[in-house]
């Protein structure tokens, strides 16, 4: 698995018009599963991600988690994480898992993330999303397990 973790000040999907996840602040993740993912690398992420501490504390050091400042997680399917450029220019996405694979991971992930007490708003899977971001700082991390 692949997610890119943006610390956003404000975020929100939008599914043919319609808002189907918002939060005003926390992590926009943006997660994609392979073949070979499973549970294990779902719980690996879910727990670093929620342990995590990338806001600043009084003296601006990153030593704030998550729930300490009270965010939320928005969480955003996206296979294009598993795009292979290297050849033409038109990628290949053969390494994404297929959809039957790939939205239980991520569902699971999402529950995951909720076991440690955080609250998390999804995209919708395989739809066509437009995702608003306000990245704070910017911080933006890659974690792949």
């Given amino acids: 698995m692949r997610v890119v973790l943006q610390r956003a000040k404000q975020a929100s999907v939008t599914v043919a018009g319609e808002t189907v996840g918002a939060i005003s602040h926390g992590y926009v993740l943006l997660v994609g599963v392979t073949h070979e993912d499973s549970e294990a690398q779902a719980d690996w992420l879910a727990d670093k991600i929620a342990g995590m501490r990338l806001f600043e504390d009084d003296e601006g050091k990153m030593n704030r988690g998550l729930q300490d400042v009270g965010g939320s997680i928005l969480s955003v399917s996206q296979f294009t994480l598993y795009a292979d450029a290297k050849k033409g220019r038109r990628p290949s996405f ?11 991971l991520w569902e699971y ?19 066509m999303m437009d995702v608003q971001l306000i990245n ?9 397990k």
């Fill in 94 to 104: 053969v390494e994404a898992a297929r959809p039957e694979q790939a939205e239980p």
């Fill in 109 to 127: 992930f999402n529950e995951r993330l909720r076991y440690h007490g955080l609250t998390v708003e999804t995209g919708r899977f395989g739809a």
């Fill in 136 to 144: 704070d700082g910017p911080v933006t991390i890659i974690l792949e």
